[in-house]
């Protein structure tokens, strides 16, 4: 409820602009190669106070309207003790150009808005009279679509508006969900217009206490389900409910539901098209609280009324909720906003999931609104949040914390015409696959971590495509979510092996389950699939070869090439061996970033295998075979796993593995050219007694591997230090680091590229001044590059975090 105090000190909010029906919106296609249009940022609060998690509409003109209030000024006189002057406007937002308006309702009505809902014919509120005298006094405010007198009307019921909601049962009825203040038992308000006025009717009181929350959906025709919730002290499951209550509002009584898979609190249903109630997320025994919100759905069958699970999100949330929204690409279930800071939709042809937003932080207490629009032909939106750590201002009225964010449509829609801004491009996950464009297919950022509130960080399943242009589309999630995967185009659609999922060391477990492998068929419309067969380890290195096989060294030390195939419809791994190495050699100890396997085929048919951790000493073993014409020495290796300095050679023609002449330092990240060069950027030498920072080195072998010689740093502005990455995109050399004196708190402040015509660095992208990591975890840029050839090529190339 708020003070009046607080708002008495609040300038005029957002005097009447007059209606903005008439105002021009274009309605042209974009040209392609144009600039993107510039969107203003969220007005401030005094200028329009935005609704906290209520229904909007999008009207025709491409604004979103409520109904909201603001202060009468100047104040009445002889108003009484404990009672302000608020009248209900019209309040109006174009997101595209930054206008609003608020529009006073005529005859002028006075109240605060609580909730609201927009049905076929009409907006329904519910609205506080605008006293705190301790007889609070509730009315129903009914707007009709196309004009029309507003209706009204008060109720003398006690309503509890920290636990209310309004669903809807048709084109003229909703029924209002909330609790005794008392006894936190669960009252229903039907709400109906009925010959030019509206008629309030209350059910029973389902004698049941909710203390913190619950969840409620029409569950059919006059049926509405209460369903889970918690009744604890404390957020979180502990415990929570499984239990349903059904009320049918015909015969005005209460009946046990079936119950849900999983107890849950703080979780979100909804109806859906066929009847059916959507349950998803929230804290569960398996998602404590802690460890992050549940990614687990599940919905409730009618024909057989019991609840069905349903795949798991791409990202756990709770205090979220369901939204349908009129996309460009068509009519969409949105799963808004939560504690992960993400949005996600679920397509119910497929029973499948696709993350369709994200930001750079999610928020412990949920979001405070979610505000959708189109420019362009690209859809936006904009989350506000709550503060983060500040338990006595988590508030929802600064609007201070507002983020932008591209929603992404489906892969099967329609491109639009103009690409969005390059700002706009990132993902906010840290740990992502990302496989570059090949040709006319676009690049793809796969699974990965994201911040979900405080301390929380999740593992997600999402997938997302971007084009050249730099469009961004979704694809169906992972059915296992993961980090530091690796994924390749195999079989004409795409393949996932390897990484973390949530029971891996990242989230405190010290002998990782193996995930299986997935393939996403061509097209990327269905689901993915588990690959039959023995994949890759966790911790094997792999390389895809020229021919769309995978070459896979285990820690074993046993190289295996695996080709993808499938079956019918099923994908399944062939497995071939492969000559070993001359030594064992294993993705190094801790930090795989910095001291990873590198496996490259060459352009001439060669392989190399450089990086991680070698055993460098190893012994003849004896048998029979070797003693054979022709037949090589077969050894073992002994000692422990050293840094890397030598890589492996692999020749088709002999397979035998040969080894490169050693490199001055020590381990270090590899990065192979397809003409055999290795580049490598490692700790340099330092004498014991030397108690300065570490030192590092950039390195480069020849294409035979017969000599090494200091790489040129020329032009560049990154320190190479533990944080310098090496990367390739399409045989260009990329580096990502830190720029002195440009601090983002951990993250990546620079990109550089290595000019071939001129031998030195160039500098691609850069933070702001001041700018978190957060903000670029993720993130792709746009640039074209000329390469050795002469010949220029637009490459979309990720600034850190993947």
């Known amino acids: 409820m708020p ?27 974009p040209v392609p190669g144009t600039a993107a249009t510039a969107i203003a940022p969220v007005p401030a609060y005094a200028e329009l106070p935005l609704p906290d998690n209520q229904s909007i509409t999008t009207l025709p003109t491409g604004e979103l309207g409520w109904l909201g209030q603001r202060p009468i000024e100047p104040t009445p006189k002889g108003l009484p003790t404990g009672c302000w002057a608020w009248e209900l406007v019209m309040a109006r937002w174009h997101p595209a150009s930054g206008r609003t308006a608020q529009v006073p309702l005529k005859p002028g009505i006075g109240g605060f808005v609580y909730s609201q809902l927009v049905l076929p014919t009409g907006l329904l509120a519910l609205t506080q009279t605008g006293c705190q005298d301790g007889k609070e006094r509730w009315r129903f405010v009914f707007l009709p679509h196309g004009g029309g007198p507003v209706l009204q009307a008060d109720t003398s019921e006690a309503i509890d508006v920290f636990q209310t909601g309004l669903l809807a049962l048709g084109d003229e009825r909703a029924a209002l969900v909330t609790r005794e203040k008392d006894t936190r038992h669960i009252k229903v308000l039907t709400v109906q217009r009925s010959k030019g006025r509206l008629e309030i009717a209350a059910m029973p009181v389902l004698p049941v206490a909710y203390n913190r929350d619950f969840a409620s959906a029409v569950a059919g025709q006059d049926q509405v389900m209460i369903l889970g919730g918690s009744n604890g002290n404390y957020r979180g499951c502990s415990p929570c409910r499984a239990e349903t209550h059904v009320l049918d509002l015909k015969t005005k009584a209460w009946r046990n539901g079936p119950p849900m898979l999983e107890a849950r609190s703080e979780l979100a249903a909804s109806s859906l098209p066929d009847g059916s109630v959507l349950v998803t997320g929230g804290w569960t025994q398996a998602a404590a609280w802690g460890s992050g919100a549940s990614r687990t759905a599940e919905r409730w069958n009618p024909a057989t009324n019991r609840f069905e699970a349903l795949p798991p999100m791409p990202n756990g949330t709770a205090r979220h909720r369901h939204l349908w929204w009129d996309a460009p690409w068509g009519r969409s279930l949105l799963v808004v906003p939560g504690l992960a800071g993400a949005v996600q939709s679920l397509d119910t042809r497929h029973w499948s999931w696709r993350t369709v937003g994200e930001w750079a932080s999610g928020s412990e207490e949920g979001g405070c609104g979610f505000y959708p629009f189109v420019v362009d032909g690209n859809a936006y939106a904009w989350l506000v949040n709550r503060s983060e750590g500040h338990y006595s201002s988590k508030s929802c009225g600064e609007q201070k914390y507002a983020d932008l964010s591209l929603l992404r449509p489906p892969s099967g829609a329609a491109p639009s015409a103009l690409a969005p801004p390059e700002s706009t491009l990132v993902t ?25 509130g405080m301390n929380a960080f999740v593992i997600s399943s999402a997938v997302e495509a971007i084009d050249r242009e730099g469009r961004v589309s979704t694809l169906p999630s992972l059915l296992t979510a993961r980090q530091d995967a690796k994924a390749f185009r195999a079989a004409n659609g795409i393949l996932v092996v390897g990484g973390n999922g949530p029971d891996s060391p990242y989230g405190g477990v010290r002998d990782p389950k193996p995930l299986k492998a997935e393939w996403l068929a061509p097209g990327g419309s269905a689901v993915w699939q588990e690959v039959g067969g023995k994949g890759p380890s966790p911790s094997a290195a792999v390389a895809q070869l020229r021919d769309g096989s995978l070459l896979v060294i285990e820690p074993s030390g046993e190289l295996q090439q695996l080709t993808l195939t499938v079956r019918g419809t099923q ?13 064992e050699r294993r993705n190094g100890d801790g930090d795989g970033a910095t001291n990873a396997m590198v496996v490259q085929e060459l352009d001439d048919g060669r392989i190399v295998v450089a990086g991680g951790s070698v055993r460098s000493e190893r012994i003849a073993r004896y048998s029979t075979k070797v003693l054979e014409p022709g037949q090589p020495d077969e050894y073992v290796g002994i000692g422990d796993f050293l840094p890397w300095r030598r890589y492996e050679i692999f020749d088709p023609t002999t397979r035998r593995w040969s080894r490169s002449a050693p490199s001055k330092a020590a381990g270090g990240r590899a990065i192979v050219m397809r003409s055999g060069r290795v580049i490598k950027a490692a700790p340099a030498p330092q004498p014991a007694q030397d108690s300065g920072p570490q030192r590092f080195v950039l390195e480069a072998s020849d294409p035979t591997g017969a000599a090494w010689a200091p790489l040129a740093h020329k032009g560049s502005r990154l320190q190479i230090n533990d944080r310098y990455i090496l990367f390739t995109i399409e045989d260009e050399l990329f580096a990502s680091g830190e720029i002195a004196g440009l601090g983002t708190g951990g993250g990546p402040s620079g990109l550089e590229w290595l000019n071939p015509a001129t031998g030195a660095w160039d500098l691609l992208w850069q933070a702001g001044p001041g700018e978190n990591w957060r903000a670029h975890q993720g993130r792709i840029v746009r640039r074209t590059v000329v390469g050795a050839n002469g010949q220029p090529k637009a490459l979309l190339i990720p600034v850190g975090g993947l």
């Open 3 to 29: 003070h009046p105090s607080i708002f008495q000190r609040l300038r005029h909010a957002g005097k009447a602009l007059g209606t903005l029906a008439g105002l021009a919106i274009s309605c042209l296609a």
């Open 428 to 452: 906010y996950r840290h740990g992502a696959a990302f496989l570059p464009a090949a040709g006319k297919a676009p690049a793809l950022v796969i699974g990965g971590s994201r911040h979900a």
């Open 571 to 583: 994908p399944f791994f062939e497995s071939r061996a492969w000559p070993a190495l001359t030594r």
